[in-house]
């Protein structure tokens, strides 16, 4: 079974950074394919996709915050860590940690490559930038 | 990067009604096209990729169709679990993997 759960601070104050860990199981980060994202969701809002991190250790990031982000996976491969700088109180949202792989389907007979979503998401962590 | 609208925003629809849900590309996106619900306090679930693939143990009155720019999810016969708020995510042009803004169905 695939669980993923994040843990970190609740409250950060404006411009500290914030370090958010991901913990998963059931798969591991050195498979080909496997890769853990970080997306957030400010209360009442949208879906933010921030990061993500491959086996490969290939990294992606948002276009508008890849200069306040870094991911990384620790050497035991079975965590995630996700750094903002500069926090600011828009930052306060849910942050999800989740799971999607790079893969191949087939569709209408043809084998198409790629990711296809995001399948297994952790339960959220709710953090707060005020001072 | 690629932008996702979605429409409409909000629709309030009944119990055993259809639903679609439409979802916009900026650019072509072939079929990289996920549909995620997610319900109050919980996280997002998949719920079809690749624009028409059923995610496994997804009820089969979702369905998704569409390529390219324009992508539509469809709910045949509204149950009351499904009242939620659905957004779509384009997973061919990254980074970033967009999300659209999402559409919230309630209960008419």
């Known amino acids: 079974q695939v669980t993923l759960r994040e843990s970190g601070p609740a409250l950060v104050k404006p411009t500290q950074t914030l370090t958010l860990t991901c913990t998963f199981s059931?798969?591991?980060?050195?498979?080909?394919?496997?890769?853990v994202s970080w997306i957030r969701q400010p209360p009442g809002k949208a879906l933010e996709w921030l990061a993500l991190i491959d086996w490969d250790d290939d990294k992606y990031y948002s276009t508008s915050l890849k200069t306040r982000l870094s991911i990384s996976k620790d050497t035991s491969k079975t965590r995630v860590v996700l750094t903002m700088t500069n926090m600011d109180p828009v930052d306060t949202a849910t942050y999800y940690c989740?799971?999607?792989?790079?893969?191949?389907?087939?569709?209408?007979?043809?084998?198409?490559?790629?990711?296809?979503?995001?399948?297994?998401w952790g339960q959220g962590t709710t953090v707060t930038v005020s001072s | 990067d690629i932008q996702l609208t979605q429409s409409p925003s909000f629709l309030s629809a009944s119990v055993g009604d259809r639903v679609t849900i439409t979802c916009r590309a900026s650019?072509?996106?072939?079929?990289?096209l996920a549909w995620y619900q997610q319900k109050p306090g919980k996280a997002p679930k998949l719920l079809i990729y690749a624009a028409s693939t059923l995610q496994s143990g997804v009820p089969s009155r979702f369905s998704g169709s569409g390529s390219g720019t324009e992508f539509t999810l469809t709910i045949n016969s509204l149950q009351p679990e499904d009242f939620a708020t659905y957004y779509c995510?384009?997973?061919?042009?990254?980074?970033?993997?967009?999300f659209g803004p999402g559409t919230k169905v309630d209960i008419k």
């Open positions: 989740a799971r999607s792989q790079y893969t191949s389907i087939t569709i209408f007979g043809a084998i198409i490559p790629g990711y296809f979503g995001i399948d297994v």
């Open positions: 059931g798969f591991s980060l050195s498979t080909t394919g496997m890769c």
């Open positions: 650019q072509g996106i072939s079929r990289y």
């Open positions: 995510q384009q997973l061919n042009t990254y980074p970033p993997f967009t």
